[in-house]
């Protein structure tokens, strides 16, 4: 009971990342969730299916799409991955952060910005997300 509770309040502190209207500049917010993923993090594991409220991913943290596809937000930028997806953002602490995508295995596709077109991220790769357009200061 007391892990449940520690997972909820970590999912609301971490829901605060992508609250409006700052963008979504140290996690990537779900827009789309058709499927399940899990999240593991240094504090424990979770799984998002369309029937629970859908967790944000923070720097650090692990993601592995179960089923189905999925779709993240960071800054402009767009993040599809669907089912074997194996991935995780890094976010350095700097005051103009620079997001970076790491895939290990899957199938995942990025659009930097609204209207380009997808690029497919192949495993093994690190891949810089656009940069905050301004310095935004959470308090987590």
Not at 30 to 37: D, K, L, S
Not at 49 to 57: G, R, V
Not at 73 to 86: F, I, P, T
């Amino acid at each position: 009971m007391m892990r449940r509770r520690a997972l909820l309040l970590a999912a609301a502190v971490a829901a605060s990342a992508c609250a409006v209207p700052a963008p979504c500049t140290r996690a990537l917010c779900p827009t789309r969730v058709e499927g399940a993923y899990r999240l593991h993090g240094w504090k424990g594991d979770a799984v998002v299916t369309p029937l629970t409220p859908p967790l944000p991913i923070t720097s650090d943290v692990e993601v592995r799409v179960l089923s189905g596809d999925l779709e993240f937000v960071n800054n402009d930028a767009l993040v599809r991955a669907v089912a074997g997806a194996d991935f995780h953002i890094e976010v350095s602490t700097a005051p103009m952060p620079i997001p970076e995508l790491y895939v290990s295995s899957g199938s995942v596709i990025v659009a930097q910005r609204p209207g380009q077109p997808f690029v497919i991220i192949p495993p093994g790769t690190r891949w810089l997300l656009p940069r905050s357009p301004k310095a935004v200061l959470h308090l987590y």
